[in-house]
T-cell receptor, first 111, second 112 residues
């Protein structure tokens, strides 16, 4: 079983709609969590950190569920520019701050 | 502006060659990482380092080694390149596990 798993998609989303997807992780000792965004042929960039209480950044909301070992990302009022691959990242601090990536979820926002 | 710089954007090497991929960061970060990214497989961690001269194996270290002689530089070495090492290689750095990791632009390596 992979340490961090994501639905690869693609999620085809009408412009203006809401889309949500999850990421599951296997190590309950995982320390910190992030969502990164990767555009085609570009390097990944941080979208947002995920805090235990959940957090929001504009149209983006991230949630952490430690009991069920998953994190989620919700995008409201989708824009064409939201089309990208969203990467879930988990830090295993006990392993020396090993950052492990999920395979990514592809989102395509269409007019 | 923070920066992680990889020495080459594109490389073509022959099977059996020894290949060096260089990565330099200017943020005085403790942690540095090497990943490879392949279609359908996502980013897979090859090696990482949390301090100078320290290294830890990631998930796919076979066929690779690393060197971190200075804090700002983390080198990935392919001891004897093989065609299955054709991939996009991404270097990243972070101050600690709770902060953002910054990536270089990647090196697309083709082994022929």
């Amino acid at each position: 079983r992979k340490e961090v798993e994501q639905d690869p998609g693609p999620f085809n989303v009408p412009e203006g709609a809401t889309v949500a997807f999850n990421c599951t992780y296997s190590n309950s000792a995982s320390q910190s969590f992030f969502w990164y965004r990767q555009d085609c042929r570009k390097e990944p960039k941080l979208l947002m950190s995920v805090y235990s209480s959940g957090n929001e950044d504009g149209r983006f909301t991230a949630q952490l569920n430690r009991a069920s070992q998953y994190i989620s990302l919700l995008i409201r009022d989708s824009k064409l520019s939201d089309s990208a691959t969203y990467l879930c990242v988990v830090n295993f601090k006990a392993a020396g701050n090993k950052l492990t990536f999920g395979g990514g979820t592809r989102v395509l926002v269409k007019p | 502006d923070v920066k992680v710089t990889q020495s080459s954007r594109y490389l073509v090497k022959r099977t059996g060659e020894k290949v060096f991929l260089e990565c330099v960061q200017d943020m005085d970060h403790e942690n540095m990482f090497w990943y490879r990214q392949d279609p359908g497989l996502g980013l897979r961690l090859i090696y990482f380092s949390y301090d100078v001269k320290m290294k830890e194996k990631g998930d796919i270290p076979e066929g690779y080694s690393v060197s971190r002689e200075k804090k700002e530089r983390f080198s990935l070495i392919l001891e004897s390149a093989s065609t299955n090492q054709t991939s996009m290689y991404l270097c990243a750095s972070s101050q600690d596990g709770n902060t953002e990791a910054f990536f270089g632009q990647g090196t697309r390596l083709t082994v022929v």
